[in-house]
C-alpha cells in the first residue's frame, strides 16, 4: 500500500465524531434546560406565589378571610359530614348566623354544646342524646359512627390550645391521640385564592413552556395523531390512573390505621374544591385542566426523566416529587403521608403513562388534563 492508499482514520470517523459531540451538548443542553425547568418552578411556586399573594393584598386587603377558632370549629364540622366538636354556649351565641346555620347542636354540657354537622345521616333523630353517649362518640377514640348497616369513622376536633373545657372535663386530654386541631386562621377568601392560582399558573406557563417549546412541537409531530387519535390513549391512561387511585387510597387507609389518623381530604383538594365552588370558580377551569396538567408535567416527567439514564429510577424520584409537593401544606406528619400517599400514586401512573407512550410528553399532558376534567365535573355534580 502505497502512501497515497493509506487510509485516514481521522477523516473517515470525523462525520461520525461531530454527530456524538451534538448529540452530547444537546443532551447536556437538554439536562441544563430540564434543571432550570425545575427551579423555574420551585421559585414561582413559592416565591413567586408569595409575591403575588403581597402585593394582591396591598391592593384588595378585604380579600383576606379571618376566623377565630371557634368560627374555625363551626367551618371545619360543616366542611366534614362526619365531624364533631364543641365550644362554650356564648362562644356558640356570639357566631354570625352564617356559622351557626352550618352546625348543629347534639348536646349542651354545662356551658358547653357538643356540634355535628346536620348532614350527618348517623345522627340520632328519635331522642336526645344521653352524656354517656355523647363521652363515647367524643372521647372513645375507637368508636365509630354507626347504624344497623353501615358504620363511618368520627372525624373529631379540638382546639390546639389547652382550654378550660379540656381542663375540666379530661385532665389528659391533651395527649390523646386520634383528634385534629383547630385554631385561628387566616387566608385568602375562595374567590381571591382562585384569582391567585390563575395568576400564579399564567406565570408558570410564559415561563417554563418555552423551555421545552422546540421537544413539545416536535414530539406533537411525530405522534402523527390527530386529536381523535389520542382518544385510545387517553382512556387507557385515564385507566391506569383511575387503577392508581384504588391502590393510593387502600395505602392510604392502612396509613392511617398505622398513624391512627382519620381520613380527610388533602388541603390541597379541599382548597381547590373551595375555590372552584366561589364564584370565580370558572377562572380555575382554566389552570387545573390545561395550564397544571402543561406546566407538572414538563416538569416532574420530561424534566426529571431527563435527569437519570435509568428511567424506573427517574419514575420512582418524579412520582415522590410529585406526591410530595401536593401535600407540602399538610399541617401534621400523619396528614402528609396519608395524604401524600395517593399523589405519589397518581404521579406514578402519569409517569408509566409517559414511558408507555415512548417518552412523549403530549401522552402525560392529555391523561392528567383529561383527569383533572373528570375531577372538575364531579366536584360541580356533587355540589349541585
Known sequence: MNQKDEINFDELF?????????????????????????????????????????????????????????????????KNKYAIGYMAQDEFDSLDASFKSEVKIIYELNGFVFLANPENNYLKNDSPYLLDEILTIYVDT???????????????YRYSDNDEFQ?????????????????????????????????VYVILMISIVPLFFNQLKSEWRSSKLSLAGWLPIILIGYFYMIAGNIVGNALSGILSTLFNYEMTTSLNQAAIEEMMLSSSGLLMIIPVVFFAPVVEELVFRKAIFSLFKNEYMALLISSLLFGLIHVSSEASLAAFVVNGVTYIVSGFALGYVYIKNKHNIWASIFVHAFSNAVSVIMIFLLAV
Open 14 to 78: 470525523e462525520d461520525n465524531k461531530k454527530e456524538t459531540d451534538f448529540i452530547k451538548k444537546s443532551t447536556d443542553f437538554s439536562k441544563q434546560r430540564s434543571l432550570i425547568s425545575i427551579v423555574v418552578y420551585l421559585l414561582i411556586s413559592i416565591l413567586g406565589g408569595l409575591i403575588v399573594s403581597v402585593i394582591f393584598i396591598s391592593v384588595q386587603p378585604e380579600s383576606v378571610v379571618r376566623r377565630n377558632a371557634y368560627e374555625e370549629m363551626a367551618y371545619q364540622i360543616d
Open 142 to 156: 375507637d368508636t365509630t359512627w354507626k347504624n344497623d348497616t353501615n358504620e363511618t369513622k368520627i372525624i373529631r
Open 167 to 199: 381542663i375540666l372535663f379530661d385532665p389528659v386530654f391533651e395527649s390523646r391521640d386520634g383528634y385534629q386541631t383547630v385554631q385561628a386562621t387566616a387566608g385568602f377568601a375562595p374567590e381571591a385564592a382562585a384569582t391567585l392560582q390563575f395568576i
